[in-house]
């Protein structure tokens, strides 16, 4: 597709210049708004804490890594974070790699190979997908959540040396959670290793914020993520047994061949875990201003998807309608923005609607005005 069909079909995308006024305000191209688009979804990343942990790296360690982790640049923040990851995620140990994405595509590429079978949920994130073709591995898909599609699967595909299901824990698009006990089943019963990307889920779901494993009482072998939702930071983790973890510093391409992230990135992540714990309040706030706005905006008369997250998809439909939505909002002091084809199924696209426990009540009122005048005005209620 050239860039002029891009753009016919109402798929454009460009990048905005934006100026951050505050933990939830911002300006985009001029025009003020409030934020309903960031995965800080607990606003830690103006945390104090987090800053000053930040500070303090930056100071004793310098603005860089400076060398991959296997070179010179590794240290003992990056000891500390893996082992506080490792805890929150119940498993062994854990690995740091520089973002989420790298963490998806290293595990899948290093640990399947040309003769495993990769089952994976069709709405599995892009890297998890981008990580199944640098494996080498035969991949089928599965219905959306479907249990019993994948369970069908299972007992056709059996001629492989080893198979694992591949899912999202908590999925980022449509919000809504992966049956992780059912498919932790089932890969015991077909003696499968299932492998759970819980991007989203650490720090607003389950006790403690461990996530959408611990949400559910499901045990995957192995679980990535990331530090650039909930926790305020940047980075991406995979968590599983000491074996797994030694494979993945020995073969993991997006781990060895990379420069180590910043020491300044690793103590702000490093904080923003203690304060899970510490300030607990954080997540109950984000999960009842959630429920809020999903059942509010269900009694204006909108589709909204998804489950008991902060991720709040509004169904609008056309790839043009839902971006001259945003734009309205926008417009109106309320930035959320657009998700379109190919992101989303052509014909489903929509509003992306995130909250935060660093929204005030009246942010939220207004946002709410805001969205029930223009879906009026658009005929969409």
């Known amino acids: 597709m050239s860039l002029e069909d891009i753009k016919s079909a109402g798929l454009y995308r460009r990048l905005r210049n934006q100026v951050d006024t505050g933990p939830t305000r911002a300006v985009f191209d001029g025009r003020k708004a409030t934020v309903f688009a960031s995965n800080d979804y607990l606003g830690l990343r103006h945390h104090p804490d987090v800053l000053e942990a930040a500070a303090r790296a930056l100071e004793k360690y310098g603005a860089s890594a400076g060398a991959s982790r296997l070179i010179c640049g590794n240290h003992e923040l990056y000891g500390e974070l893996e082992t506080k990851v490792a805890a929150l995620k119940g498993q062994e140990a854990a690995l740091v790699f520089p973002t989420g994405y790298m963490a998806n595509a290293g595990a899948l590429s290093s640990l399947a190979g040309s003769r495993d079978l990769l089952l994976m949920d069709k709405f599995n994130h892009a890297s998890l997908y981008d990580g199944a073709k640098l494996s080498g591995a035969q991949l089928k898909r599965y219905r959306h959540a479907d249990t019993d599609h994948l369970h069908s699967q299972l007992e056709r595909w059996t001629a492989f040396e080893h198979r694992f299901i591949v899912t999202d824990g908590l999925f980022s698009v449509d919000g809504d959670l992966a049956p992780l006990a059912e498919l932790s089943s089932l890969a015991a019963d077909h003696d499968c290793t299932l492998i759970v990307d819980d991007a989203p889920g650490p720090g607003i779901l389950g006790p403690g914020g461990q996530g959408s494993s611990a949400h559910t009482q499901a045990h995957p072998a192995i679980e990535t993520g990331t530090f650039s939702k909930a926790l305020g930071g940047l980075g991406g983790f995979v968590a599983g047994d000491r074996e797994t973890i030694e494979l993945l510093i020995n073969k993991a391409r997006s781990f060895m061949f990379t420069t180590g992230l ?27 201003l959630a429920a809020y706005v999903r ?22 439909g056309g790839e043009q309608d839902a971006f001259d939505f945003s734009e309205a909002c926008l417009d109106a002091g309320a930035f959320i923005p657009a998700v379109r084809h ?28 805001v969205i029930g005048r223009i879906a009026t005005e658009r005929g969409l209620i």
């Open 262 to 288: 910043p020491p300044a990135t690793l103590a702000g992540v490093s904080a923003a875990i203690d304060i899970l714990s510490a300030e607990p309040w954080r997540r109950e706030r984000v999960q009842k």
């Open 295 to 316: 059942g509010r905006l269900i009694e204006i008369g909108l589709e909204v998807i998804g489950g008991d997250s902060p991720i709040i998809p509004i169904i609008i």
């Open 342 to 369: 190919p992101t989303v199924p052509r014909g489903r696209a929509r509003l992306r609607l995130t909250v935060s426990a660093a929204h005030s009540d009246e942010e939220v009122e207004t946002m709410l005005v």
